[in-house]
């Protein structure tokens, strides 16, 4: 084979493939996850029958969603009804592929020279994944337009104007990052960090805090969970859905909840970079790889997450458009501020 | 507006007492009793399924009569023996059934029983009586309260005619509580 045909279309395939696959595995196993955590923090054991220790209780989930009726609603608008859980899958996994988990390596020599594993590191990385983000909330209204339902249409709507409102803020947390690293590129922010000698969450704790609490409204988790509140709506958007459709809306969830935390990990906490990269003395932890310091950080903020979950009741309606514009906006605001004047301060 | 009420407007601190009140019970020890595997220890005066113990029996009818949704069935015929030249009358218990699919095991029958020990007793931890067929498998007869036949027994507990006895009664002085 040629060359070119090897580094354009081999290459790509074969890292899309691989992280395609780890995705969708981290994702099924964060139901699991899920479900542990909240049983502990209700003093519970959870699931933990399937398997050794509950291990196979994902694949078990899996195997009983692909076996369910696949319904469609007598006057449900078939064609839109069906496209909808792939236009919610679709743009959260699209954003894995600018997400830089770990620099070139040559896996331990077994490549002839160091290549990034990430799939591409385009400029406007950022701003990509916020776009391509911005796309899944068609997959939840056009999903609960189409089911031809009341509570899908409301949940619908109420996940539409929640994404307006929260990622003005969004917006504006990432932009004090932008300052500071002054890259759109993924990449280049993490080494921005490497070399500014320090994790942008020490002078960016309050769009840390912002863009977390944003992140958490954009995925519709709790306490932000308004488009699919159980006690109010059913199941919001996707009441009519069942069988993979439905595990599609699932995994979604999830696979947003996994961008957001690598994004939070990336911006805030140095990516894959190991504490303190440029301490002497520190050098030791090294030894554990890259990959492994981004997946730990990300953890822990899939753990935030769902110790949200476990803790906070969910807003109402008012509460929640009064969190976005009135608190979270003027936060925002006056953080690029500081953060603007810190950032001229410091450099000249 | 004091300085420090301005700042709990806005950092909400109550949210984090919220969390740490819930990475507590994360780290708590589970309450979770992973039942077939682990058993709870029922109480001495636990109401558990019936035991019946027919040669104390003296048919008096009374834990039928106590019953308040007449569940015990008993049918009996009398024999007459000839002891020192008279003729005694003596009551022999043909059939004692207990409809325990119907029971709400509030141990009337037993509190009734004049017999020491008691008769009928409900004192047995014994619990596990699910079933998948209701009429005949939840019906007792005689011989099934006396021999737990299909039964599955509080671990340690003996059926009746193994020799186990009433665990706690209700009334008389070797009762747990009332020794001391």
Redo the contacts between chains.
Sequence with gaps: MQAPLIQFIVIPIVKIVVILAVVLLVVAYLTFAERKILAYMQVRLGPNRVGPKGWLQPIADGLKLFAKEDLIPAKAEKAVFMLAPAMIMVPALLAFSVIPFAPATDLFGLLPKAMPPYVTDINIALLFVLGISSIGVFGIILGGWSSNNKFSMMGGLRSAAQMVSYEVPMGFAIIAVLLMARSLSLVKIVEAQQAAHLWFFIPGILALGIYFICGVAETNRNPFDLPEAESELVAGFHTEYSGMKFAFFFLAEYTNMLVVSSLATIMFFGGWLQPFPNVAWLSFLGVIPPVIWFAVKVACFIFVYMWFRGTFPRYRFDQLMQVGWKWLIPLSLANLVIVGVGVLLVKG | MAVSQFFSK?IPTD?FA??R???G??L?K???V?FPEQRREPTERFRGLFSYDVDRCIDCHLCARACPINIIFIRDHAEYEEIDGKKKKKLVVDRYDIDVKRCMFCGLCEEACPTHPKSVWLTTKTYEGANYERNEELYFTKERLMSWDGIKAFPGVVSPAQGQEPGNLAGTKTGGGEAA
């Design positions: 806005l949210l919220g969390l009140v819930t990475g019970y994360f708590r589970k309450e979770t992973q």
